[in-house]
């Protein structure tokens, strides 16, 4: 009998037909799930199977069957799920994305499921926990190059799960206009950039470990630490 492979929930984003290039016009106005493939594709190399949550699905149906979760990068986190009033830098947000999310990552903490979030996904774990975001941080953030271009510096702390992945430093990607402002509960900071901006967290008590740059973008991805952390965790999961 084959051993079969951990499998990794993935989130992802709705949109509509009309941001969809080649698509028929009478279907504008239709919905659709999607994510960009990267995350994937670092799931299948660190030996998982990913499985894309799509925003309709009830998470109860689907996080008890999972072994794993990877909470992606997508669009701001609406500033009421941390009781902030929106500033005007704020860009767009998704209400049905957050209910879901918010709502997997209680099933989440019930089940104690391993959790990377990329992202978004740190920022969604965050406010989950409690916490609260900057809505801007401008200089931080560089868009205007390719994605896999490494701009910043990253210090990990010492003991940390992410000082055992990365090692202390490394120069990482930055496409977030959003940070970390304070931290949730059983959270700590376990990375920061050269500019003082939280770049990783990982959870006291659960298995959950998240980064605010995209290793899913790099040339490294087949071979990122945090997606061989995410997967060797769901196989324990799974004996």
Request: net charge negative; hydrophobic share 40%.
């Given at each position: ?82 009781g902030a009033e929106p500033e005007p ?47 801007d941080v401008p200089p931080h953030s ?86 061989k952390w995410l997967v060797s965790k ?6």
């Open positions: 009998m084959v051993e079969q492979k951990p499998l990794i929930g993935i989130t992802g984003r709705r949109r509509k037909g009309e941001m969809l290039r080649g698509s028929l016009k009478v279907m504008n106005h239709l919905p659709f799930d999607v994510y960009w493939v990267d995350y994937a594709q670092g799931v299948i190399a660190a030996g998982g199977v990913p499985v894309f949550l799509p925003l309709s699905l009830d998470p109860a149906e689907i996080i008890p069957r999972l072994d794993g979760l990877l909470m992606s990068g997508g669009a701001d986190i609406d500033p009421k799920r941390y830098e704020l860009q767009s947000i998704e209400p049905a994305r957050d209910e879901f999310e918010l709502k997997i990552l209680e099933l989440v903490y019930e089940c104690e499921l391993p959790v990377a979030g990329i992202c978004r996904g740190l920022q969604i774990l965050n406010v989950h926990a409690g916490g609260s975001l900057y809505q560089v868009r205007d190059k390719a994605p896999s271009t490494r701009v910043h510096d990253i210090t990990t702390e010492k003991g940390s799960i992410l000082e055992k992945l990365y090692g202390e430093k490394l120069e990482v990607n930055s496409l977030h206009h959003q940070s970390i402002k304070t931290l949730g509960k059983h959270f700590s900071a376990s990375a920061t950039s050269n500019d003082g901006i939280v770049e990783g967290i990982e959870h006291s008590q659960l298995p959950i470990v998240a980064v605010q740059w995209h290793p899913e973008m790099l040339d490294t991805r087949d071979s990122d630490p945090i997606f769901a196989e324990v999961r799974k004996l």
